[in-house]
């Protein structure tokens, strides 16, 4: 009897294609997924985007920008001359984390190379900050050193033309080696400046604010839409294409209601955040009600897309797990997009997830304008108009036949 349940239940298996997918290929993904974030956070090697830029012409800093150049964990953008500029870049969020070298790496009244960090990733700055002290202790000694001696020669009286001779002649030995044992860091060798300082909540919070709302208005929608197969197995959705409008009707009011409710959920979410962890969106509640909108349109489209596809609810909430779950792996509704690997991070911009975590941050705490999230709120936009419009398709055509 025991062998015969085994064989019954193993049958049903075999036969449920998506029983299979959601029980054999979705937790390998999953893992593939988090193993490659997690084997790059297990190291101080995280694939940073990083803002260059330097203000001289040094010697010294065109050794230093090859140097981190030729580091595979460091995406560096062409060398600006300004420090606003890679401030600029990482305010804006084009930049995981900004390195701007200063003029003379010889002065001592200043650190001569600026970390630029952003509130929201403060584990990029110390990662850089790590990355830089090792790089210049292994590749530049010459550079410590000269900056050690430029801190101690005041306390000595100064150095006699002969001792600077020789001092000069060995820094130059030093630099022409391209390995080196020494492992002491140059004092005040890096400084570190946030930009865009936030006010109330921990920025980690904001963050999560924004992918959780997203997540579950996915999950949300998704649950919600697979209605539809119902009423379209029980035969309603037959009586209403008798109507002068069709099944448009139903897909469109579904769209609507799906559209409210994820409104309704984001808000609560938010309230919450903001009753017990003081994140603010009064100042922006216009840009975040028209981004909220934009996402409940998305999830809802999407969803819709996915009930009109399957053919029956079990199927639906086995293909909406799958698509929910790996967009808000890869889009960052999990773990920070910038502490995963470069082709993954690529990969979730195809996510709304990415989109809706993106449009939040860049309105409600970098402070960014409309017209700088328009790519962001059009993205969502044509999710939500290309699945609704693929489901009224697809509803039409299974009546037909």
Same mark, same amino acid.
């Given at each position: 009897m025991i062998a015969s349940i085994l064989r019954v239940m193993a049958l049903s298996l075999i036969r449920d294609r998506g029983a299979l997918v959601l029980a054999f &290929?979705?937790?390998?993904? &999953?893992?593939?997924i988090f193993a490659a974030i997690f084997a790059a956070t297990a190291t101080d090697k995280l694939p940073l985007k990083v803002a260059f830029g330097k203000a001289a012409n040094h010697?010294? +800093?065109? $050794?230093?920008?090859?140097?981190?150049?030729?580091?595979?964990?460091?995406h560096l953008t062409s060398a600006a001359s300004r420090e606003v500029e890679v401030r600029r870049q990482v305010e804006r969020g084009t930049a995981d984390v900004g390195l701007f070298l200063r003029d003379d790496p010889d002065i001592t009244e200043a650190a001569p190379v600026l970390i630029v960090v952003e509130p929201s990733k403060p584990l990029a700055g110390a990662v850089l900050a790590g990355q830089v002290q090792r790089l210049v202790a292994r590749d530049l000694p010459d550079l410590a050193l000269? $900056?050690? &001696?430029?801190?101690?020669?005041?306390? #000595?009286?100064?150095?006699?033309?002969?001792?600077?001779?020789?001092?000069?002649?060995? &820094?130059?030995?030093?630099?022409?080696?391209?390995?080196?044992?020494a492992s002491h860091e140059g004092p005040g060798l890096v400084e570190t400046v946030t930009v865009g300082a936030p006010?109330?909540?921990?920025?980690?919070v904001k963050y999560y604010t924004g992918a959780v709302a997203i997540l579950f208005l996915l999950f949300s929608a998704m649950q919600s839409a697979a209605i539809l197969i119902d009423e379209r197995n029980s035969g309603i959705l037959d009586r209403i294409a008798v109507m002068p409008a069709g099944p448009e009707v139903l897909v469109y009011g579904k769209f609507l209601f799906l559209v409210a409710q994820g409104v309704i959920q984001a808000g609560l979410i938010f309230a919450a955040a903001a009753v017990f962890y003081d994140v603010n969106v009064i100042t922006?509640?216009?840009? +975040?009600?028209?981004?909220?909108?934009?996402?409940?349109?998305?999830?809802?489209?999407?969803? #819709?897309?996915?009930?009109a596809t399957c053919t029956t609810k079990q199927q639906a909430q086995t293909i909406s797990t799958f698509i929910v779950l790996i967009c808000s792996a890869v889009g960052g509704s999990m773990v920070p997009r910038f502490m995963m690997p470069l082709w993954l991070q690529d990969l979730g911009w195809l996510t709304p997830n990415s989109w809706v975590i993106e449009a939040y941050q860049d309105a409600l705490w970098r402070g960014q304008a409309l017209p700088e999230i328009m790519p962001e709120l059009l993205s969502l936009f044509a999710l939500a108009a290309i699945g609704t419009i693929y489901a009224v398709a697809i509803s039409k055509r299974r009546l037909r036949l």
């Open positions: &290929i979705l937790p390998p993904v &999953i893992f593939v010697e010294a +800093w065109h $050794r230093f920008e090859k140097v981190l150049r030729d580091d595979p964990s460091l000269s $900056r050690t &001696i430029s801190t101690i020669e005041p306390l #000595l009286g100064g150095l006699t033309p002969e001792q600077g001779e020789r001092l000069t002649k060995g &820094i130059a030995e030093l630099a022409a080696k391209t390995t080196s044992t006010q109330g909540a921990n920025t980690a922006k509640v216009g840009l +975040w009600l028209l981004i909220t909108i934009a996402a409940a349109m998305a999830a809802s489209g999407l969803a #819709l897309a996915v009930a």
